[in-house]
C-alpha cells in the first residue's frame, strides 16, 4: 500500500522556519517525483515545488524560489522542505503528493496539474505563520 506521511508543521511567527517531512512506503523511492503543494482556506490547492526521488532534480515555483527547500533521503525514503523567511500567506494546510509513474519533475507543469500528475496523498499538516 502507497503510503505518504506529512509532519513537522505548527505555528511560526513571521520571518520564522519551520521543517516538514513526508514519510514515503509502499513503492520504489527513485522512480517518481514528489509534489508539495499547500491549500487555504477558501482557496484552491496549490504546487509549491517538486523532486524527482532519482537524480533529485527540483523545480520551484517563483513565490518559494529562495526561501523554501526540498531535499529527499534515500535512507529512510522521506521527503523534506525547509521553510524559512515565512509569511502570513503562507499559512495553509501542506500536503505531499507521489506522482503519477513515467512523469518527471522538470518544470511548471509538473506541479499545475495535481489531479491530473499525482496518484496519492498525504494527509497534510498545518502551517500557521502569525503577524
Known amino acids: 500500500e502507497v503510503q505518504l506521511v506529512e509532519s513537522g508543521g505548527g505555528l511560526v511567527q513571521t520571518g520564522g522556519s519551520l521543517r516538514l517531512s513526508c514519510a514515503t512506503s509502499g513503492f520504489k523511492f527513485g522512480e517518481y517525483y514528489i509534489g508539495w503543494f499547500h491549500q487555504a482556506p477558501g482557496k484552491e490547492r496549490e504546487g509549491l515545488l517538486c523532486?524527482?526521488?532519482?537524480?533529485?532534480?527540483?523545480y520551484y515555483v517563483d513565490s518559494v524560489k529562495g526561501r523554501f527547500t526540498v531535499a529527499k533521503d534515500d535512507a529512510d525514503n522521506t521527503v523534506s522542505l525547509q521553510l524559512n523567511n515565512l509569511k502570513p500567506e503562507d499559512t495553509a494546510v501542506y500536503y505531499c503528493?507521489?506522482?503519477?509513474?513515467?512523469?518527471?519533475?522538470?518544470?511548471?507543469?509538473?506541479?499545475?496539474?495535481?489531479?491530473?500528475?499525482?496518484?496519492?496523498w498525504g494527509q497534510g499538516t498545518q502551517v500557521t505563520v502569525s503577524s
Open positions: 503528493a507521489r506522482s503519477r509513474r513515467y512523469y518527471y519533475c522538470d518544470g511548471n507543469a509538473s506541479v499545475m496539474y495535481p489531479t491530473f500528475r499525482y496518484d496519492n
Open positions: 523532486i524527482n526521488t532519482g537524480d533529485g532534480g527540483t
